[in-house]
């Protein structure tokens, strides 16, 4: 067996927000892949418009640097546990990887579902301790907790003796004790070079796993992947096998490797490197790319399943075709087919409707990136309430099931318990710091989790974070009954006037301001009480010409509770839908008119009595 002592390919994974994309903007800047007065700013590999907004990755994405002469191909990936589905995509693509846990969290869920990826990838581990700038780090006993993680996880004894660093990403430091003091991150690259294997190379005829794919307007279809076996250089003529095992036929028009935020034009690529190659129009994610001499099909890509599930429709509102510039059925599918080349872990499927599309995904996040995303190139259409993915085995209804960590004030814990009980949680872990600080654990159905977040928000006044990861699947816990309160309902067409809000205030918080177009059975504010209620906020005060006190002239309006997407996906109820168009969110009842909302409750009434009997 050869090896290419000239490449290491590692990927860095981890907890959200533990510092991956921070700790490869100091791999490329202290690896001078930039001119000296070029500006690159932060958080560079997060390129996305949507991930700078957030701040989080979403896609996992490639870069290099070169270091003493080898050049390190270096993968980042997401740490939510939404798109997990691009960690399963790339691991394939390393021989190591950097684990990075927070010296003051320590290893959470997605830490182990990540760890666990790579041991069974067989990618040699380096663990690093990151932000160990923060005063309150804890780093001996994170170094335990994460022992104990590799103790649980390990599938071989040699996987158990893992390397150590510790860093600070945003200080831009790595050093091999965490009593030293740090002057930079090669510490960090040295062990990358002393302990990830350089690629193995087989011997044969070209061979390559397509892990990802780009979109070029000029160049086309970019497949990005590893060379297995061989190399690969333009003009070549190259064989794909798809999942099918199908075999087509490309010229291959040019071949690039990655250096920094660059692709590099390549006369050539070897085995053990990580290229993009243009021509190939047809592949999709998982297919092999191999010389037509020997087209052997390499393991495909393995994905987890889809836990969460919405419709997508066809913008049956009456604004329908007012702000959108794509809104019809054959847009929207064409649209919804085309995110699953790229976007592998989600699902699409017709439904019994035309108009209407079963979108499935790992959880709500994951859906409502895709949302926004469309909103963002101009397309209108509406979504239903996210719903967990049941499904029977051996006849047995099962669902999935997650476990939620929750780090909040102790103050916070009665509430919460009383919450998450509600919704069918149960507690398996809680630690105290003795600061006031809890980390409480729990183990919750994927429906349980559903319109969480914003009440969990509201609960603890912003001052918490959750996190959730799925667990398995488990038998059908029952129904759960979480009712959110009923809602305000515009009772009109028209716009919406200060009077007609002043009323509506009057019976719980308003979610729209004056000026504001509404239809009837649109929804503009949440009530009080469990039932909806129909308000008319188009309604002006009668006109008099005496105006009896200066209150009636300066009525104030307390500002409108508005909804971001997520929240807004979280918030609606079965019978309700999320309007969603390139300028506006809005929540509707399904059924806009309110003589057939009363007809639809006292027949499912009728229903429940006559069941009942
Ligand atoms: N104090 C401190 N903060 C850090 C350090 N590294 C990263 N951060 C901060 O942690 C936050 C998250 O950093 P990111 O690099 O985006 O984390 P990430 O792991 O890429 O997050 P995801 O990709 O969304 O999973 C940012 O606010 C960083 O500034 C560090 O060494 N010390
Ligand atoms: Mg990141």
Redesign the pocket.
């Known amino acids: 067996m050869n090896y290419r002592n000239d490449i290491r390919n590692i990927a860095i994974i981890a907890h959200v927000d533990h510092g991956?994309?921070t700790l490869v903007d100091v791999m490329l800047k202290q690896s001078k892949v930039f001119r000296d007065n070029q500006i690159v700013g932060e958080l560079i590999m997060?390129s996305n418009a949507l991930e700078r907004e957030k701040g989080?990755?979403i896609m996992a994405k490639n870069t290099a640097v070169v270091y003493r002469g080898v050049k390190i191909n270096i993968i980042?990936t997401?740490?939510h546990a939404d798109f997990s589905g691009e960690v399963e995509r790339v691991i394939s693509m390393a021989d190591g990887c950097l684990l990075l846990i927070d010296s003051v969290e320590g290893p959470m869920p997605q830490t182990k579902f990540v760890l666990r990826h790579a041991l069974q990838g067989g990618l040699k581990t380096i663990v690093v301790i990151n932000k160990i700038d923060r005063p309150n780090a804890r780093i001996p006993e994170v170094i335990r907790l994460t022992q104990d993680l590799f103790l649980e996880l390990a599938t071989s004894a040699d996987q158990l003796d893992f390397q150590l660093l510790y860093t600070s990403a945003r200080d831009g430091y790595a050093v091999t004790e965490p009593s030293r003091e740090g002057k930079d991150i090669s510490p960090l690259f040295d062990c990358i070079l002393d302990n990830v294997p350089p690629p193995q190379i087989e011997s044969g005829p070209f061979q390559m796993l397509v892990s990802n794919l780009d979109y070029d307007s000029h160049k086309g279809r970019i497949v990005i992947g590893r060379i297995w076996r061989g190399n690969v250089a333009p003009r070549d003529t190259v064989a794909r096998v798809n999942a099918e095992g199908e075999i087509d036929y490309y010229e291959v028009a040019e071949v690039f490797t990655y250096l920094g935020l660059k692709r590099l034009k390549a006369g050539q690529a070897e085995a053990g490197d990580i290229v993009a190659l243009t021509g190939i129009e047809e592949a999709s994610i998982g297919d092999t790319i191999a010389s037509p001499e020997q087209p052997e099909a390499l393991p495909r890509i393995e994905i987890g399943d889809p836990t969460v599930e919405m419709t997508f429709g066809v913008n049956t509102s009456p604004f329908a075709g007012r702000e959108g510039r794509f809104g019809t059925t054959r847009q929207l599918r064409e649209r919804l087919y085309r995110e699953l080349e790229t976007n592998i872990s989600l699902q699409v499927q017709d439904t019994d409707s035309p108009d209407t599309f079963l979108v499935k995904g790992r959880g709500e996040l994951h859906l409502a990136i895709l949302i926004e995303t469309m909103r963002r190139e101009g397309y209108e259409f509406e979504v239903s309430k996210p719903e967990a993915i049941t499904r029977l085995v051996d006849g047995k209804l099962m669902e999935p099931v997650e476990v939620l960590t929750i780090d909040t004030a102790e103050k916070y814990i009665g509430v919460l318990t009383e919450m998450l009980s509600k919704r069918q949680a149960q507690l398996t872990d809680m630690h105290n710091d003795g600061g006031g600080n809890v980390r409480l654990e729990f183990h919750i159905p994927t429906k349980g989790l559903i319109g969480f977040r914003s009440a969990f928000l509201t609960a603890t006044r912003g001052e918490s974070v959750m996190n959730s990861v799925f667990l398995g699947y488990q038998p059908w816990h029952g129904n759960v009954n979480s009712a959110r309160n009923g809602v305000l309902v515009a009772s009109e067409q028209g716009v919406a006037v200060t009077y007609g809000l002043h009323n509506a205030e009057e019976r719980g918080l308003t979610m729209i301001e004056p000026g504001m177009q509404v239809y009837e059975g649109m929804i503009v504010g949440s009530n009080s009480r469990v039932q909806d209620i129909p308000v008319n906020v188009c309604k002006e005060k009668k006109k008099t010409n005496v105006r009896s006190s200066t209150q009636d002239i300066m009525v104030r309006l307390t500002s409108p509770l508005k909804l971001s997407l997520e929240q807004a996906i979280d918030f609606i109820n079965k019978d309700e839908l999320v309007e969603v168009t390139p300028r506006n969110i809005r929540l509707r009842k399904k059924l806009l008119s309110y003589a057939q909302r009363l007809r639809e409750i006292s027949s499912t009434r009728r229903s429940m009595e006559s069941s009942a009997i």
């Open positions: 991956k994309t997060d989080i990755t980042d997401p740490g």
